[in-house]
């Protein structure tokens, strides 16, 4: 088994990627079927944590229904 090195891509890891994930799996802790609002998805940051929110089973992004203030009666 090849030992990783810092300078090696395939051990690097984002920042941002890393930050998004940690603040979802650590933070929001999402369980299958919870409805995530991730406010700056479009940013590397908010995509982590998009997809890390998708992988735990929540549904986020585009999977999310619309917000309340486009729902007449909220």
Known sequence: MRQAAEDDP???IETSTLTG???VEEGVR???GD???V???VG???RAA???AKAAGA???RDAPPTCASWSGC
């Open 39 to 41: 406010t700056g998805a």
């Open 50 to 52: 998009v997809f890390a």
């Open 35 to 37: 409805v995530i609002l």
């Open 59 to 61: 549904r986020a992004g």
């Open 21 to 23: 994930a940690q603040l």
């Open 10 to 12: 395939d051990y690097l």
């Open 30 to 32: 999402p369980r299958g």
């Open 44 to 46: 590397s940051v908010g």
